[in-house]
């Protein structure tokens, strides 16, 4: 019963991504022959200045998204695993962010923010009429809220899932007690979806890694490189300036940032078996 789900895995995975670190090490512009190049490759990446900065705003990106998407998505998942009827319809309100494209959210929010023909100057409102994009603070900060604005619900559907696998008698007990709905989410809720939390966190943080279609149609990086994060500079090397090489180098590079970061929170939230064992 394995062998279907390894042989997909062996497919689309693994020869990927060995075809991948086996071009890090080659010099090709997408298009003649493919040339030995030793670690040449890897020394332009790693000695390149804008590296850094690139891995910079990657990990800004991840930590404010992640900080934005985690309390709102646990109090949204919270609220929608009550039973009421009319909870059923706002889970539906709240799921169809996802259900966009991101291409399409990108251009979206870049017409509404437009300082002269969006949002702001139609209804002449001074707050929204800034160069939202045109400025680094404030381009990253809209990066970081359509992510958030965008992943939202699916995170919301994870907590959703998990509050609704906690029973039922630990509130019940705490209300006896005198535990109001605050001192329950506090001492029950969160402490019941640690494992939860974890999970979520981790498709958040390797998930950032990603993003480029979004920042790309939204910003191109900009202003300057401030938005430049190392998925949009790998697409940048490699189908731009025709490197696939150090474009390669940053795939790697980025493969092993996702992997350090799951295997980092899995360490930090410790085994799921326990934690099953401790709630049975």
């Not at 899932?161 to 509130?171: D, E, L």
């Not at 007990?173 to 969160?190: E, M, P």
């Amino acid at each position: 019963m394995v062998v279907p789900a390894l042989v997909m895995f062996v497919v689309f995975g693994v020869v990927p991504l060995v075809g991948v670190l086996v071009l890090s090490f080659t010099q090709w512009d997408g298009l003649g022959a493919i040339r030995p190049a030793g670690v040449a490759n890897w020394r332009v990446v790693l000695g390149d200045p804008g590296l850094p900065h690139a891995v910079g705003v990657t990990f800004a990106v991840m930590g404010l998204s992640w900080a934005v998407q985690t309390p709102v998505s646990l109090l949204i998942g919270t609220f929608l695993a009550g039973r009421q009827r009319y909870r059923g319809l706002l889970a539906v309100l709240y799921f169809v962010p996802l259900l966009l494209s991101s291409a399409a959210i990108a251009i979206t929010y870049k017409a509404l923010l437009d300082p002269n023909f969006g949002l702001g100057a139609g209804l002449k409102i001074g707050f929204l009429t800034q160069d939202w994009l045109g400025r680094g603070g404030l381009a990253l900060g809209v990066v970081i809220f359509v992510v958030s604005w965008q992943f939202i619900p699916f995170h919301s559907l994870i907590y959703q899932g998990g509050v609704r696998q906690i029973p039922t008698s630990m509130y019940e007990a705490a209300a006896i007690d005198g535990a109001g709905r605050v001192r329950q989410f506090f001492s029950i809720t969160v402490p019941q979806l640690k494992y939860t939390i974890i999970t979520s966190s981790t498709l958040m943080a390797v998930g950032s890694l990603t993003f480029f279609d979004l920042i790309f149609v939204l910003t191109a990086g900009g202003p300057g490189d401030a938005t430049r994060v190392l998925a949009l500079d790998m697409y940048k090397r490699g189908f731009q300036a025709n490197l696939m090489g150090p474009a390669s180098v940053i795939a790697v590079l980025l493969v092993l940032l996702g992997l350090a970061l799951a295997l980092l929170l899995r360490r930090l939230g410790g085994s799921t078996t326990a934690s099953q064992q401790e709630g049975a």
